[in-house]
């Protein structure tokens, strides 16, 4: 044979720049590569991110596309490898694989509008196809961000939210499950939020991400208000072990979840959605 | 592995005693010679140190669930059907260790694996795992993300593949159209032909590393009579399959999700994971981290894996497949069916491994059978 394949199951080690702290069990670290090179990715994809002599988990990348001096990631703590990650603080060293998995077709929605619906951490995946809309502003309709928590201690990137509903050119809707402390916003499923509608429904591309259940009822939501199936993304979670189809783990289907997803679009799998347990 | 030359194929006849050299020969190469031999009442692919290890006079009787040796009235060395476990064993390592990580000043430093002491010599493939082998060549093939391990395993490794004269009960590889005549993925093929008169094995090349080491094995020409015996042989167990399989409603698997046969044969699985472990072309795997007790230290393994653990499929809140109709019905639905979308062809090769390994003797060709006889509108979105 001639020469070998680079081997996809090494990690690359990077450096922990910063640390922010989102949520009570919620972090953003940013990091930059030890050797000093560049990362790009796709809005939408994920790295295998390793703790040293812990294990390793898949994690959506939550930072801006465009800016290729750091990979940002937005992680809720609930897993061993997780809570070990969350130990982790500036200076600290993590091994990166990827990127992985495919992308937020942000480009292909060029002249829509562009709706995104998160529920929870869910936000996360989404945050960077939300900057590479805006930093490309004029090539669509109405841009519009419905994001649902459970409480409102529980609302993810809530500065950045805040700042997004401020601006002319963003609708931010913000519901949340269980109304506590001086809440008095939007208490429900964020469902109703797209339900409201304000956008073009022949003209609209959705973007899902969150918890299973939620992304079914948005997709039968954006359906009802007359969005094509097949202008509707959603982004699926499996166990991986590899990121790369080599592990099996993620099977669904006729689908690697790594590969041929993360982010599908729903007319494709929308019959696989109701089946249990496949 | 040879590549896609087609060497035209001179046959020449091998006497018993040439086996010791073609031994000796790839030794002499370099290679690590692995082939049939018996220990703990089964054959089993392991090192040889000569021909005299090969499993002489030694035949398999296998069914659902069932495996014994029996011994053969004559003294054929290739006389078993296939042993419970193939050559992934020694070209996908049930454990291989990703790499090592080393604690330093600044953090950690990451060292790949070692690379492969020496090159494979697989004696005694038979078509349903050259078949395997060319299905995983595939699976660890992704344009994108080969696994170049296997690869380059598959592609060192030097092939003597040993066609079938006789067929198990639980071979089906004539009905999935990968044996039992071998055609491609070997360098060296062989018939084993014995009887009261003699004891031979016609034996041909498929690639130029085949033809230079049959050369040096010398050996007579093949006569006409001798290549008809060895096809007409071959031919006969083509003919003696213990099962067949419906590889039309195989394929169709994938549409029928909520078929009420996979409750039926839930209330029998074990969910013991024979079935994936024995099969040649199954490639789960799971990671495990280990360190030293110090935490300096740091190894990554793959380790085989199988979809009929209630683990494998977890992501936090709960395992996805928790119910064994859901396991069973992921693991022969991607093997029948979604296979052909994701690599273009069955996973399924038909050497019968997981039904001579099933403790309940559970058959695939039944299963798939049951499910053409009583197949039903799939009930769409039970919740």
Same mark, same amino acid.
């Given at each position: ?25 919620? &972090? ?6 030890? +050797?000093? =090179?560049? &990362? ?11 703790? &040293? ?14 800016? @290729? ?6 992680? @809720? ?13 500036? =200076? ?10 495919? +992308? ?33 502003? /004029? ?13 409102? /201690? ?43 509608? =304000?956008? +073009? ?21 954006? /359906? ?35 590969? +041929? ?18 | ?28 190469? !370099?290679?690590? $010679? ?72 600044? !953090?950690?430093? $990451? ?65 999935? !159209?990968?044996?039992?005549? #071998? ?50 042989? #071959? ?29 039926? #044969? ?43 653990? $209630? ?35 069955? !996973? ?19 299963? #798939? ?15």
């Amino acid at each position: 044979m001639t020469s070998m394949p680079k081997d996809p199951m090494l990690p690359v080690p990077f450096r922990i720049e910063r640390v922010q702290r989102e949520l009570s069990d919620t &972090f953003t670290m940013e990091m930059v590569a030890k +050797d000093g =090179g560049t &990362f790009s990715f796709k809005a939408g994809q994920f790295n295998m991110l390793y703790v &040293f002599g812990v294990g390793e988990v898949p994690i959506s990348i939550s930072g801006d596309p465009a800016d @290729r001096s750091k990979v940002v990631h937005t992680t @809720r703590a609930v897993g061993a490898v997780t809570k070990a990650l969350d130990a982790l603080k500036a =200076g600290d060293e993590i091994g990166v694989r990827g990127p992985f998995g495919t +992308d937020w077709p942000v480009e292909a929605a060029y002249g829509h509008d562009l709706v995104f619906v998160a529920g929870g951490v869910g936000l996360a995946p989404l945050r960077p196809a939300i900057y590479q809309a805006m930093a490309n502003r /004029e090539k669509f309709g109405r841009v519009v961000v419905l994001y649902g928590a459970r409480t409102p /201690e529980d609302i993810l990137f809530k500065k950045e939210l805040e700042r997004w509903r401020g601006r002319f050119d963003m609708d931010v809707g913000v519901t949340v499950d269980r109304a506590t402390g001086k809440w008095s916003g939007n208490v429900g499923v964020v469902t109703k939020l797209v339900a409201r509608g =304000g956008f +073009d429904p022949l003209h609209t591309t959705a973007f899902v991400c969150g918890p299973e259940v939620m992304m079914r009822y948005v997709a039968a939501e954006l /359906e009802k208000k007359g969005v094509a199936r097949s202008s509707v993304w959603v982004s699926m979670e499996r166990n991986m072990k590899c990121g790369c189809g080599l592990c099996g783990h993620c099977q669904w289907g006729p689908h690697f979840v790594c590969k +041929d997803g993360p982010v599908f679009r729903y007319d494709r799998i929308a019959d696989m959605f109701s089946i249990r347990e496949l | 592995m040879p590549g896609a030359e087609t060497a035209v194929a001179t046959a020449v006849i091998l006497q018993r005693d040439a086996l010791d050299g073609l031994i000796e020969a790839l030794k002499a190469k !370099g290679y690590r $010679v692995v082939g049939p031999r018996v220990a703990d009442d089964a054959v089993i692919y392991d090192d040889l140190d000569g021909a005299d290890d090969l499993p002489r006079g030694w035949g398999d009787e296998q069914k659902g669930g069932h495996y014994r040796l029996r011994k053969r009235p004559d003294g054929a060395l290739f006389g078993y059907t296939t042993a419970p476990q193939g050559w992934k064993r020694f070209l996908y390592p049930p454990k291989q260790k990703l790499f090592a990580a080393r604690r330093t000043a600044s !953090g950690f430093a $990451v060292d790949p694996p070692a690379p492969e002491p020496q090159p494979l010599a697989i004696i005694g493939a038979r078509a349903c795992e050259l078949a395997a082998m060319r299905v995983q060549k595939r699976v660890f093939g992704d344009k994108d993300y080969p696994d170049p391990g296997y690869q380059k395993r598959l592609a060192d490794a030097f092939v003597v593949a040993v066609e079938c004269t006789e067929a198990g009960d639980t071979c089906f590889c004539a009905s999935m !159209g990968t044996g039992p005549a #071998v055609e491609a993925g070997f360098d060296i093929k062989m018939v084993e032909l014995v009887d009261k008169s003699r004891h031979v094995f016609v034996a041909e090349a498929g690639s130029a590393k085949g033809t230079k080491l049959l050369k040096e094995l010398g050996g007579d020409k093949a006569k006409d009579a001798d290549r008809e015996a060895a096809t007409t042989r #071959v031919a006969k167990a083509a003919k003696s399959m213990g099962r067949a399989m419906d590889t039309a409603t195989a394929k169709r698997l994938k549409e029928l999700p909520e078929h009420p046969r996979w409750e039926q #044969v839930a209330a029998r699985c074990l969910t013991c994971g024979n079935c994936t472990m024995v099969c040649p072309t199954c490639f789960c795997t799971t990671v495990e981290d280990v360190t030293d007790l110090k935490g300096d230290n740091a190894e990554r393994w793959r380790k085989w894996d199988s979809c009929f653990t $209630v683990d494998f499929s977890y992501i936090h809140g709960g395992s996805i497949r928790t119910e064994t109709a859901a396991r069973y019905r992921q693991w022969i639905t991607h093997k029948l069916s979604t296979w052909h979308d994701q690599f273009g062809s069955s !996973g399924c090769v038909g050497c019968g491994r997981c039904i001579t390994w099933c403790p309940v003797g559970i058959d695939i060709t039944e299963e #798939v059978a049951a499910i053409h006889q009583a197949e039903k509108p799939a009930a769409k979105g039970r919740k």
